[in-house]
């Protein structure tokens, strides 16, 4: 019985990490007026025929806190790199020179940063639902144990452990979304 316990906790701390991770990822996608070669990250390009990431068809970097340049391997693709990131409806203005495309990034308004903010809350929220969705898939297997026979002291132990767990993860959600607002309002 008790692997069975442990292996509820270590799915639902593997889901909980899953959480965590689609959180940073989401939240690498709210700028906060820096420039950041992962703002260009779901941006794709028409490249032969098919739709492919910005990031293999291009070098994408920044040369300072408000410039992102992008280098592709073939000069004939600049154009379809340029409508991408227009296409891709990122509030970016890329120009380009024939050799390379180069987007500034504008400063944020206080409105817009309190917008980005109320945002990166949304996503918070989201891995915190995640987290207790996963709490209660766990919980949820050690009351099918307890109706096949596993004690009650133990049930409650590993409903405990398990609630001690999303505890953790849902301050690690908290600090997350803590620092990123931060971020965003550091003018």
């Known amino acids: 019985?008790?692997?069975d316990i442990q292996?509820?906790?270590d799915e639902a701390k593997e889901g909980m990490e899953k959480a965590i991770s689609h959180l940073e990822s989401e939240l690498t996608k709210i700028r906060a007026?820096?420039?950041n070669p992962s703002m260009l990250s779901g941006v794709m390009v028409e490249y032969y025929g098919s739709p492919t990431p910005l990031q293999q068809v291009a070098n994408v970097s920044t040369l300072d806190a408000r410039t992102i340049s992008i280098q592709?391997?073939?000069?004939?693709?600049?154009?379809?790199?340029?409508?991408?990131?227009?296409?891709?409806?990122?509030?970016?203005?890329?120009q380009n020179n024939g050799e390379l495309i180069m987007i500034n990034i504008p400063v944020l308004t206080e409105e817009r940063r309190r917008d980005l903010v109320k945002k990166a809350k949304a996503e918070g929220e989201n891995a915190k639902v995640s987290i207790r969705n996963n709490r209660k898939d766990a919980n949820d297997f050690i009351k099918g144990l307890e109706k096949d026979?596993?004690?009650?002291?133990m049930a409650k132990?590993?409903?405990?452990?398990?609630?001690?767990l999303?505890?953790?993860?849902?301050?690690?959600?908290?600090?997350?979304v803590d620092a990123k607002e931060e971020d965003i309002m550091k003018v």
């Not at 026979?149 to 002291?153: A, H, N, R, V, Y």
């Not at 132990?157 to 001690?164: F, L, P, R, T, V």
């Open 157 to 164: 132990d590993a409903e405990n452990s398990i609630q001690d």
């Open 149 to 153: 026979g596993l004690s009650e002291d």
């Open 72 to 94: 592709p391997w073939e000069k004939s693709i600049l154009e379809e790199i340029e409508r991408a990131i227009i296409n891709a409806n990122l509030g970016l203005n890329p």
């Open 166 to 176: 999303t505890n953790s993860y849902t301050s690690k959600v908290d600090a997350v």
């Open 1 to 3: 019985m008790t692997e």
């Open 33 to 35: 007026g820096r420039a």
């Open 7 to 9: 292996m509820a906790y």
